[in-house]
């Protein structure tokens, strides 16, 4: 079924159903009609959406550019590493005022170690060719990035390019939401 969750950052539309006797949300972060470009999407408002709602776990998916020439187009990617390159966007729950104070978030492993591991155990049970680790560089977008900027991201380490996966990662992190990436190049 279709649910509008109101959150204190704005409302989000998301579906609620079951699939094997387990509650599952999907949740399309472009919109209905893929409408939203990235710079422009209620992150925040996503992210408190699923935690109200109860979800404990979230597995997104992204669409990305490869930096790497052994990840050619069709290659899904179980990224463990992020590089954030996004200007404008609001990337925290703790806004610093006198009822939340201060807060640094750890982020040595920035993504759930269980849910990449149960990844890389469905993906390699059905013989599918993927990267288990890769460092995924999150753009502003929405335009795409020029050839002098994909090369310094390739220098950087940088495996993949996307314009999505942050701030939600952070703010899945900030919410105490299990959260992993499975990118598609």
Known sequence: KELLINTPYGDTRLL???????SVAFLSRHGEKHGVPPHRINYRANISALKDLGVKRVLATT????LK???????LVITDQFI???????????EGNSSGG???????????????KNLIKA?????IDFANTGT???TEGPRYETPA??????LWGADVVGMTGIPEATLAREAGLCYANLSLV
């Open 16 to 22: 609620a159903g079951t699939y094997k006797e387990a």
């Open 63 to 66: 669409a990305v550019g490869s």
């Open 69 to 75: 020439k052994n990840l050619s187009p069709g290659t």
């Open 84 to 94: 954030d390159f996004t200007k404008g966007r609001d990337g925290t729950f703790y």
């Open 102 to 116: 201060v807060v640094h978030t750890d982020f040595t492993e920035p993504y759930c170690p269980q849910l990449r």
């Open 123 to 127: 993906i390699s049970a059905r013989g």
């Open 136 to 138: 995924y560089l999150c």
């Open 149 to 154: 900027e994909i090369k310094a991201f390739a």
